[in-house]
């Protein structure tokens, strides 16, 4: 199986671009000006969301750099002491909503201070798949397109994160602990 599973890794784009091109041609539309149509289309989006890629990554970075993390930590220490949560996951919760480039980063923190096998680790990795960078997704989506009132749909993307965190932790205990 697995050595199916790398050959089928090695052929499926050249057979996902030849299915492409062949259909083009069966449907008699010009393949090559289209993706060069939608790649000067994706250029235009892309400058348009610098200001709010920009805007992310800074809030993450002074997160971080303000000891604001640390903070909490502090004082949710407490809660995740009785919940038996790690304290260490607690900046993949705050994070995660933030930026997934920073998660990562913690992830890997988390793996190189706890270990692979630790509880920790596998906490921190399911929270990691379980949840989404909201606000990255809401500033950057929306921006692109030009919607500037999301409140709603932010609200809705934080109560997901929310109900992934608790999903995360409740599937972890049972499984891992």
Same mark, same amino acid.
């Given at each position: 199986?697995?050595?199916?599973?790398?050959?089928?890794?090695? #052929?499926? %784009?050249?057979?996902?671009?030849?299915?492409? /091109?062949? #259909?083009? !041609?069966?449907?008699?539309?010009?393949?090559?000006e289209d993706f060069t149509? =939608?790649?000067?289309?994706?250029?235009?989006?892309?400058?348009?969301?610098?200001?709010?890629?920009?805007?992310?990554?800074?809030? *993450?970075?002074? /997160?971080?750099?303000?000891?604001?993390?640390?903070?909490?930590?502090?004082?949710?220490?407490?809660?995740?002491?009785?919940?038996?949560?790690?304290?260490? &996951?607690?900046?993949?919760? %705050? *994070?995660?909503?933030?930026?997934?480039?920073? *998660? !990562? +980063?913690? %992830?890997?923190?988390?793996?190189?201070? &706890?270990?692979?096998?630790?509880?920790? &680790?596998? !906490?921190?990795?399911?929270? *990691?798949?379980?949840?989404? &960078?909201?606000? #990255?997704?809401?500033?950057?989506?929306? +921006?692109?397109?030009g919607i500037k009132k999301?409140?709603?749909?932010?609200?809705?993307?934080?109560?997901?994160?929310?109900? =992934? /965190?608790?999903?995360?932790?409740?599937?972890?205990?049972?499984?891992?602990?």
């Open positions: 199986m697995i050595n199916f599973l790398n050959s089928l890794s090695i #052929y499926i %784009l050249p057979i996902i671009i030849g299915t492409i /091109l062949i #259909y083009a !041609l069966i449907k008699k539309t010009p393949a090559y149509i =939608g790649a000067a289309d994706g250029f235009k989006i892309a400058i348009k969301i610098i200001p709010y890629l920009i805007a992310i990554m800074v809030c *993450t970075a002074a /997160l971080r750099a303000s000891g604001a993390i640390d903070i909490a930590q502090k004082i949710l220490s407490p809660v995740f002491d009785f919940f038996k949560i790690p304290i260490e &996951t607690s900046t993949i919760m %705050l *994070t995660r909503s933030l930026s997934g480039s920073a *998660t !990562l +980063g913690v %992830l890997a923190d988390i793996i190189n201070q &706890t270990g692979v096998n630790s509880y920790a &680790t596998k !906490l921190a990795a399911v929270i *990691t798949g379980s949840s989404e &960078t909201t606000f #990255y997704v809401a500033s950057v989506y929306f +921006g692109a397109i999301f409140r709603h749909a932010l609200l809705a993307g934080i109560l997901a994160d929310i109900v =992934g /965190l608790i999903a995360a932790i409740i599937v972890c205990s049972i499984f891992f602990s």
